[in-house]
């Protein structure tokens, strides 16, 4: 038989800063399984690096005020034919990246 399950939604401002920070912290261990592919996009900077491509980076607010530079690599999810990764750079000859790359 089916039966009504009743859920109480917040917005952030409506929580009190414990409640918040609880929340921010589920968020980071993983509730939503995002950072999967964190290990593939460094080991794609750091091959970049060895053949002599310059990536492309934007600016990226932190939590502190400051910012970062985060490369532009991008990926679209795997659904239909088509998606895939994609990154902005230059590209100017490395010299002896062929034998880095079998290092």
């Known amino acids: 038989m089916a ?5 109480t939604v917040y917005s952030l ?3 009190s800063e414990e ?3 609880k929340a921010r912290a589920w968020y980071l ?3 939503f399984d995002h950072d999967w592919y964190w290990a593939v996009c460094e080991d794609f900077e750091r091959i970049c690096e060895i053949l ?3 990536l492309a980076t934007v600016p990226v607010r932190l939590h502190g005020g400051g ?12 659904a239909s034919q088509g ?12 010299k002896r990246s062929a034998s ?3 290092e």
């Open 52 to 54: 002599g491509v310059d």
């Open 19 to 21: 409640a918040k920070e």
């Open 67 to 78: 910012t970062r530079r985060k490369p532009c690599i991008w990926f679209s999810g795997f």
């Open 29 to 31: 261990q993983g509730a």
């Open 100 to 102: 880095l790359i079998r």
């Open 3 to 7: 039966e009504i399950i009743e859920t």
């Open 13 to 15: 401002e409506e929580l």
């Open 83 to 94: 998606d895939g990764a994609c990154f902005e750079g230059d590209y100017s000859y490395a």
